[in-house]
């Protein structure tokens, strides 16, 4: 998106996601110029030793080359501390700053889906685009440290986001994977539901 002319910034709290992703946006010089073997933990559904130690080469993109003047950045920390104002004020600063904005995979993080949608539509600007991709495996369902989780179904999701203030349009269910052998014995396919939404009205 950057490449195309489009200021971006993202945002990542895993420890594990940030360590990678400085390695490629500030560590690397060429595409494919780094090799791992993603695959060598896992014994289980392995046709055979070419399978189980199939090297992958990355990255197919360098995030170094991008045209004079491109505008991006990576924040990291918890998505609702960085974006959301105790008081959701018009005047906060990321209120109404984005144009549009992208979550893949990213919604069924939240141990509570109301919180990340009403922040999502507090700092999308009026009549601008959220895009989102995904399933809703709700990361903290049958936790143990005791805090509490909200799990809703996927039409709870689109009425709570209609509600919120969202206007959902381009519905559709996309097949895909997630980190998976191609050449294993076992896939999982999600079923991700893709929507886009329009910010058509204010919070009540």
Not at 27 to 39: G, K, L, V
Not at 49 to 73: I, M, Q, R, Y
Not at 76 to 104: H, R, V
Request: aromatic content about 12%; glycine content about 4%; overall charge negative.
């Amino acid at each position: 998106m950057v490449s195309t002319g489009f200021a971006c910034q993202g945002n990542e709290f895993s420890h594990y996601m940030l360590l990678t992703s400085y390695l490629i946006l500030n560590r690397t010089q060429s595409i494919d110029e780094h090799t791992i073997y993603p695959y060598i933990h896992s014994f289980s559904n392995v046709l055979s030793h070419e399978t189980l130690l199939k090297a992958v080469t990355v990255p197919d993109v360098l995030p170094s080359d991008l045209p004079p003047g491109s505008n991006f950045s990576l924040v990291a920390g918890d998505f609702k501390e960085i974006y959301s104002a105790e008081n959701m004020d018009e005047n906060e600063p990321q209120a109404g700053k984005w144009d549009t904005i992208l979550t893949c995979f990213f919604i069924d993080t939240a141990k509570n889906v109301v919180n990340y949608l009403r922040i999502l539509h507090h700092i999308l600007a009026p009549g601008r685009v959220w895009i989102n991709l995904g399933p809703l495996l709700w990361h903290f369902e049958n936790n143990e440290n005791e805090c509490p989780s909200i799990e809703l179904d996927l039409a709870e999701v689109k009425e709570l986001a209609c509600t919120i203030g969202f206007e959902l349009y381009d519905e559709r269910t996309i097949h895909t994977s997630y980190s998976s052998n191609d050449q294993s014995m076992l896939r999982y396919i999600y079923h991700a539901t893709f929507w886009k939404a329009a910010k058509v009205s204010p919070v009540e």
